[in-house]
């Protein structure tokens, strides 16, 4: 039996990505990058989404529907121009509420249910006998063929609704909205949410390029300057979660063998909010297992797949400054508040090893993207984040700015990350702003 300290060094090995590993992440990055835009087979889908840098001057007031995944938000935003908006309406509503008895992800819902549900959302801002104009934000890959078309390629995040794979999107929401006498909202766009993150700070900063999420999920979009079959630059979402050139350890390969696609989303698995709690999962059964943390005895949440989130792996790293909180952890999870010193450090370590795992693996794709576009970083660029993970985890910010500063060294002060907070929505907005220019003014409130 190892111990305690062997195995922390063991975790430390198998989570940790040296300067080194990530510049070769990098380069694959970009190969596979440059492979999906020539339309070659590659990891990366690298999805033109039709959409271009909007000006600052959009104006009006528009609806937005931002669905991705975990709850549906909808908005009613002005947008003044000179990058200023308003919210004037929101509601944010979950998409699977087991005391409410609904479950919109689950394989047994059905497209018609999903998209009735999101209509029902959208009706409760608006009046009847007001024209409203849409931009939807639905954060899953979509193949595009113009700004309001796109065909859900497949579902990610472990979603699985029925009867939405192979399908227009957008012919869906006009159904539903259709069915229930809502002809007056008319939705005029979608977009992937790492463009409506990018759109939202493009709006305000004219070196916004590059829109990404850390959050359920985890996927970036950039402005390509040349698009293949574009006469204009284009933002291009690379679904980058799929990325599958990184090499895993054990507790990724389980994760995977039990997740609704196997072999697919490698990055995403490693990165994003709805898998590394279940990673943390996976590491605390295993030392547990192995009788170095709470004596062996194992909790019953540790046991149960999907006990962990997001949130656990940010209460336990910041256990370091606040050690309190790992009784209250143990607390919500109905477990004994007993734990020695070693617990506290084997609790901490593991939730701080696999968040900054995710912080630099995101930024190796960022180094990737910049090199493509800039491969001297001589303009200045923005990389406009949006999520929970980016938002709330402690420190992962930081370890971003660090890890791309290593990556690109002297010239990481070209590079500025900054959060765009509902930039989801804010960016459907700015979306069917670009399309339709100030027709959306039409409405007062
Ligand atoms: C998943 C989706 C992607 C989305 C991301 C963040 O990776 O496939 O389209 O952008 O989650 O929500």
Known sequence: MSTTQQYLDQLHTDFTFSTAQLTGIVELFLHDMKEGLQGQASSLAMLPSFLTKPDGQETGIFLALDFGGTNVRVMLIKLTGQGNYTILKRQDVP????????????????????????????????????????????????????????????????????????????????????????????????????????????????????????????????????????????????????????????????????????????????????????????????VVTQGLLFNGNCPVFLQTVGALSGWDVAVLQDAAARPEQISLWLAKHSSPTAVSLDDREVLQHSACLIATRSARLAAASYAAILKHIDPTLNSLHTISIDGSLYEKLPGYADTISQTLQELVGVKAGQIKCVLTKDGSGIGAAIAAATTKKNRGSQITT
């Not at 490698?266 to 590491?283: F, N, S, W």
């Open 95 to 286: 998409l699977s509420n087991q005391s409410k008895n609904y479950d919109f992800t689950s394989r047994t819902s059905t497209a018609a249910e999903l998209f009735g549900f999101l209509a029902d959302q959208l009706a409760q801002l608006t009046q009847p006998g007001k024209t409203y104009l849409l931009g939807h934000t639905f954060s899953f890959p979509c193949r595009q063929t113009g700004t309001n078309q796109a065909i859900l390629l497949h579902w990610t995040k472990e979603i699985n609704t029925s009867g939405v794979v192979g399908h227009n999107v957008v012919d869906l929401l006009h159904q539903a909205l259709a069915d229930r006498g809502l002809s007056n909202i008319q939705p005029v766009t979608i977009t992937n949410d790492t463009v409506s993150a990018l759109l939202a700070a493009a709006y305000q900063d004219r070196y916004a390029d590059i829109g990404s999420i850390c959050g359920t999920g985890h996927n970036t979009c950039y402005l390509e300057p040349k698009p293949p079959r574009f006469s204009h630059p284009t933002y291009i979402n690379i679904e980058s979660g799929n990325f599958d050139k990184i090499s895993g350890n054990k507790y990724d390969a389980l994760l995977d063998q039990y997740s609704s696609r196997p072999g697919a989303g490698k990055l995403e698995k490693m990165c994003a909010g709805r898998y590394i709690g279940e990673l943390l999962r996976l590491v605390l059964l295993d």
